[in-house]
């Protein structure tokens, strides 16, 4: 069955520093990658993600993230971070053809200390 | 892009009443629309899948009974929570993807979700 790990439930960082968020994913096949941010009693809002093609995929907010085929891992950067940057960081899979059923990951909340 | 928005934002209601949820696609066809619920600091589940004009499909060990949906229109899904309890109470979001004029989007869009505490 599909499933999504998020390792970290919660990662504290200093404004400026960089980031890395961990996702391990679980699939027969090669998925299509998603990570999601959600700001506190707000909706879903796509970072980016991944279908084919080159294997670093920038995404909104200076985000990226890097699929490891042999690692099965979609983890998630960006170099500095910013105070706005605080919210819960979700990591999602989701069958080839399209984003429509995804399985999303427990999340991780991320606090930025000034 | 696209804007899916959600009504109520919250709602407070007693134990034993129902609750009707709303999701609308703004700006586009929403042929699928998906509902999913958050328990606090959890995951997104996704509860059922619905499509224009068809019966929605529900994930295992959700109960249709308790959660109607429908999905009357190509902008509009509603969650009805049937005679609520407190166990009910938790933050429902659905996302919906479809159509915009002649494309296919396929991309999935979030409403802002909606908070239902239950007395």
């Known amino acids: 069955a599909q499933s999504v790990t998020q390792p970290d439930i919660h990662i504290t960082v200093s404004e400026g520093a960089s980031l890395e968020l961990r996702c391990n994913y679980s699939?027969?096949?090669?998925?299509?990658l998603f990570w999601y941010v959600q700001s506190p009693g707000q909706g879903l809002q796509l970072l980016l993600k991944?279908?084919?093609?080159?294997?670093l995929v920038q995404g909104i907010k200076g985000f990226e993230a890097e699929f490891k085929r042999s690692q099965s891992s979609f983890n998630l950067r960006k170099p500095s971070v910013h105070w706005s940057d605080a919210a819960e960081y979700f990591c999602?899979?989701?069958?080839?053809?399209?984003?429509?059923?995804?399985?999303f990951g427990a999340g991780t909340r991320l606090a930025v200390h000034p | 892009g696209a804007v899916v928005s959600q009504h109520p934002s919250w709602v407070i209601c007693k134990s034993g009443t129902s609750v009707k949820i709303e999701c609308r696609s703004l700006?586009?066809?929403?042929?699928?629309m998906f509902w999913y619920r958050q328990f606090p600091k959890q995951s997104l589940m996704l509860m059922a899948t619905?499509?224009?004009?068809?019966?929605?499909?529900?994930e295992q060990g959700v109960e249709k009974d308790k959660f109607l949906i429908n999905h009357a229109s190509l902008t509009l899904s509603t969650l009805t929570v049937t005679s609520a309890h407190p166990e009910d109470s938790s933050f429902y979001i659905c996302?919906?993807?479809?159509?915009?004029?002649?494309?296919?989007?396929?991309?999935?869009?979030f409403g802002e979700g909606s908070r239902l505490t239950v007395l």
């Open positions: 700006d586009f066809q929403a042929t699928t």
């Open positions: 996302s919906a993807t479809g159509t915009s004029g002649s494309s296919n989007t396929g991309e999935l869009f």
């Open positions: 619905s499509n224009e004009g068809s019966k929605a499909t529900y």
């Open positions: 991944y279908f084919s093609g080159d294997t």
């Open positions: 999602a899979v989701g069958a080839p053809g399209g984003y429509n059923k995804l399985i």
């Open positions: 699939y027969g096949a090669t998925p299509y």
